[in-house]
């Protein structure tokens, strides 16, 4: 149990152009649901915290106009990287908390790595 | 969330125990310590969680230190397969990830 999956595994896209990046719990519902990104050899970076339904809470210094999430239902939260260009290029990871009494553990998706080129 | 202190890197011989320490003196009394793995390009893995006591599950054990301020995760028969970058975290809701221990088992 305790299922995340993530689509795509893998995009490239060119400068300029906006990218949807899926993140789905299978078997549980999510009542909150993270978005890290990762650069090569360093480790993960919070991005923003999403809920079912509100807006989402962003780290500082990540531009909520360029990363745009919505929580639309308790099984899907996307991220949209809007008008990506190379510094873009990054690792995304996606995880949820929910299943009842898991004490918030994070259940992550195998994430998606962005090559703007 | 708490600060945490890890070694930045382990080697364990394939078959024996790996033992990954992790520093937390920060930590509040009703904060969990998490502990995550992530082996090279995938997304991190849960591994185990524990408050006060020690715990145990099919894939480690966790030992707790009476005052809290630090833990150890055991890997009782590490594989290569257990070679990954593996993290500690306190915290009770939003996890903010450290440099981690990058363990290196051997064959």
Partial sequence: ?117 | DAKTTQPTSMDCAEGRAANLPCNHSTISGNEYVYWYRQIHSQGPQYIIHGLKNNETNEMASLIITEDRKSSTLILPHATLRDTAVYYCIGGYQKVTFGIGTKLQVIP
């Fill in chain 1, 1 to 117: 149990g305790a299922v995340v999956s993530q689509h795509p595994s893998w995009v490239i896209c060119k400068s300029g152009t906006s990218v949807k990046i899926e993140c789905r719990s299978l078997d549980f519902q999510a009542t909150t649901m993270f978005w890290y990104r990762q650069f090569p050899k360093q480790s993960l970076m919070l991005m923003a915290t999403s809920n079912e339904g509100s807006k989402a809470t962003y780290e500082q210094g990540v531009e909520k106009d360029k990363f745009l999430i919505n929580h639309a239902s308790l099984t899907l939260s996307t991220l949209t990287v809007t008008s990506a260009h190379p510094e873009d290029s990054s690792f995304y990871i996606c995880s949820a908390t929910g299943p009842p009494g898991t004490k918030n553990i994070q259940y992550f998706g195998a994430g998606t790595r962005l090559s703007v080129l």
